[in-house]
């Protein structure tokens, strides 16, 4: 079982920067393609980014390219998401999410999930 926390959620003006971690228990953190997905009430869990477990491949959603960079660095079991240029539309809660088998950007293929930490960008 893989167990996966959040940290580094917060509230911030439109325009500003947070940076994410997710620290992962286990010990074969390197294998897992990990991922970031966030969630606003009533809408269905969005993807943003996700890297393989040797960080050679990374893919952004559309909205968040060019601004958010996911990164991993497997001798702390630790994946970032630093969030710049941050916009009130991408306030919402952020999941960490570790994927043991795949590549994929769909949330149903992903097994372990963090508790989610909440992000909030103010106009």
């Known amino acids: 079982q893989v167990q996966l926390v959040e940290s580094g959620g917060g509230l911030v003006q439109a325009g500003g920067s947070l940076k994410l971690s997710c620290a992962a228990s286990g010990r074969i953190f390197s294998r897992y393609v990990m991922g970031w997905f966030r969630q606003v009430p009533g809408k269905e869990r969005e993807f943003v980014a996700a890297?393989?477990?040797?960080?050679?491949?990374?893919y952004y959603a559309d909205s968040v390219k060019g601004r958010f960079t996911i990164s991993r660095d497997n001798a702390k079991n630790t994946v970032y998401l630093q969030m710049n240029s941050l916009k009130p539309e991408d306030t919402a809660v952020y999941y960490c999410a570790a994927d043991r088998e795949g590549w994929s950007a769909l949330a149903q293929h992903y097994d372990f999930w963090g508790q989610g930490t909440q992000v909030t960008v103010s106009s």
């Open positions: 890297i393989n477990g040797n960080g050679a491949r990374i």
